[in-house]
């Protein structure tokens, strides 16, 4: 997935994807967490494109 969103940064729906599959494989033990917060960097971009396409 991540290879997919690095092929093609604008198609959000690989993106939202890629981050809905780092939320459900994060680790319950990791109290950091990391692959939740990167998916949340990745959901954030998407919405930031998403409200500047409806502008």
């Known amino acids: 997935m991540r290879r997919i969103t690095e092929q093609f940064p604008n198609d959000s729906k690989a993106t939202l ?3 809905l599959a780092m939320i ?10 990391a692959r939740q917060k990167q998916a949340l960097q990745l959901l954030q971009r998407i919405l930031r494109a998403c409200l500047r396409s409806s502008e």
């Open 17 to 19: 994807f890629y981050a």
């Open 24 to 33: 459900s494989n994060a680790s319950p033990d990791d109290k950091t967490f």
